[in-house]
């Protein structure tokens, strides 16, 4: 997603701390181990400007919501946005989900939402895709056993190469849908899918139990 660098955003994010938590600072890591093992908490990587999982924590108060993006503009945004709700179970992280791998518990995370991420189309990017190979073994070690992973997209491509490698890692396949059109009651639309619906594009959705041949096969890596 091409978004334009927002000074007053990015300078938002830098100077509000409620409602995130930073990776390199040692009190936050443990206000984010606090935050996690409280209640039951689902992951969303790459939220955009946040609207799913205000939704999401507006439905769900008994849950936690965690977002992790890597886009300071977009995220001082979306933090506004979670600051304004006045929600208190959502909060965010300002980074690339690779680089907290280093600061997250294994087995921790109920959920993984992933809305329409980047698909990446060219060969020589396919590290950056969020279900290329070194993203599906980190999921599998955050994830407690049997959390399922929610994947959405509009693109056809990144569809078939999510399915092929979650096939490949041993993730079961609760649910295939190549014309995802009524929500089911665990969602809600993103900003991307509310766009893509309206130009009649057909929504693509996964959705992916981790199991204990998932775990076999990241250890065999
Ligand atoms: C195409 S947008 C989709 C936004 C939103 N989920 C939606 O459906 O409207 C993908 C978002 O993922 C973020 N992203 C991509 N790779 C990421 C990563 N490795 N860690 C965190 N965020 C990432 C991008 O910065 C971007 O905001």
């Not at 990587?45 to 946040?50: L, S």
């Not at 969020?130 to 056809?156: G, I, M, R």
């Not at 089911?184 to 959705?207: C, H, M, S, V, W």
Request: proline residues 3%.
């Amino acid at each position: 997603m091409r978004t334009k660098y927002k000074p007053k955003a990015v300078e938002y994010l830098n100077t509000h701390f409620d409602n995130q938590f930073k990776i390199d600072d040692e009190t936050s890591k443990v206000a984010l181990k606090e935050f996690v093992l409280n209640k039951k908490t689902y992951l969303e990587i790459g939220p955009g400007k946040g609207q799913f999982i205000l939704n999401m924590a507006q439905k769900f108060p008994q849950f936690n919501f965690l977002v992790c993006e890597l886009n300071p503009t977009i995220c001082g945004i979306a933090l506004k946005k979670i600051d304004e709700s006045k929600l208190t179970n959502i909060k965010l992280i300002y980074g690339d989900f690779y680089k907290l791998r280093d600061i997250l518990s294994e087995d921790i995370f109920s959920g993984l939402f992933l809305n329409f991420s980047d698909p990446w189309p060219k060969r020589r990017h396919e590290k950056r895709r969020l279900t290329s190979d070194l993203f599906l073994v980190e999921y599998a070690k955050v994830l407690k056993n049997n959390a399922l992973v929610y994947f959405k997209t509009d693109n056809d491509g990144l569809y078939e190469y999510s399915l092929e490698k979650f096939k490949e890692y041993n993730w079961e396949i609760v649910l295939n849908s190549l014309d995802y059109n009524v929500l089911d009651e665990f969602d809600a639309p993103t900003e991307f899918e509310t766009r893509y619906k309206n130009q009649g594009i057909k929504i693509k959705r996964l959705i992916l139990r981790k199991t204990c041949n998932t775990i076999k096969k990241v250890i065999e890596e």
